[in-house]
Structure formats: structure tokens, C-alpha cells
């Protein structure tokens, strides 16, 4: 049984930081976090492949990281970290789970869509003041 459950949102000025955790349960690790702005689609901000490489959106590329733990079970945690966060990146954040693993297999050639991942939390907001 998958289950994704995001943490971390919340309030910030801009110039500030975030860590966004992501509880998984599931037997494949091929993760992305997506945002969504009101009124914008949704967005994939960065994603995990299972040989640990990683793909960033222009927009955050040197200040977000994405990574997980170490664990070698199916329970695990994604993470997101957000540096010099700025009020564009105001949004609901989403971790996402590609049980095929398609995602991963072509990710690194391609922009990844919402329509790659078949299963998704429920959200946490991020809010950045200027």
C-alpha cells in the first residue's frame, strides 16, 4: 500500500529556508516534489532517480535540494530543501511517486509532467513574503 504524507510547509520571509519531509511507503524510490501556485499548473520542482541522480527546474537549481534517507526498507523519507526562498516560489507542495519507474528511466532526457506519477500526498503550503 503506497502512502505519501508531506511536512515542513509553512510561513517565511523571503531569503529564508525550508526543509519539506515526504513519509513514503512503497517498493519504488522514484520521487518528485511538484508545486502549484493559484491560478498555474502544477509544476514539477525537482525529482530522484533510483541510482540517487537528480533533476532540478531551472527556477530552483542552487537552491533547492532533494534527497532521502539512508533507509533499506519500504519506508522512507524524502526530502526537499528550500535556501534563498523568494515569493515566487509561494505555493502547495506535492511529493509524488512513480510506481512503474518509467519516470526515472527517461526523466533525465525529459521534462517530467503530473500525468508521470500515479500516486500523491495531499499537499503542504509554502508561503514566501517579501
Known amino acids: 500500500q503506497v502512502q505519501l504524507q508531506e511536512s515542513g510547509g509553512g510561513s517565511v520571509q523571503s531569503g529564508g529556508s525550508l526543509k519539506l519531509s515526504c513519509a513514503a511507503s512503497?517498493?519504488?524510490?522514484?520521487m518528485a516534489w511538484f508545486r502549484q501556485a493559484p491560478g498555474k499548473e502544477r509544476e514539477v520542482v525537482a525529482d530522484?532517480?533510483?541510482?540517487?541522480?537528480?533533476?532540478?527546474?531551472d527556477s530552483v537549481k542552487g537552491r533547492f535540494i532533494i534527497s532521502q534517507d539512508n533507509a533499506k526498507n519500504t519506508v522512507y523519507t524524502v526530502y526537499l530543501q528550500m535556501n534563498s526562498l523568494n515569493p515566487e516560489d509561494t505555493a502547495m507542495y506535492y511529493c509524488?511517486?512513480?510506481?512503474?519507474?518509467?519516470?526515472?528511466?527517461?526523466?533525465?532526457?525529459?521534462?517530467?509532467?503530473?500525468?508521470?506519477?500515479?500516486?500523491w500526498g495531499q499537499g503542504t503550503q509554502v508561503t514566501v513574503s517579501s
Open positions: 509524488a511517486m512513480d510506481s512503474t519507474n518509467y519516470a526515472c528511466y527517461t526523466g533525465s532526457r525529459r521534462r517530467l509532467s503530473p500525468d508521470d506519477y500515479n500516486y
Open positions: 530522484m532517480r533510483m541510482d540517487g541522480s537528480s533533476t532540478y527546474t
Open positions: 512503497g517498493d519504488t524510490r522514484c
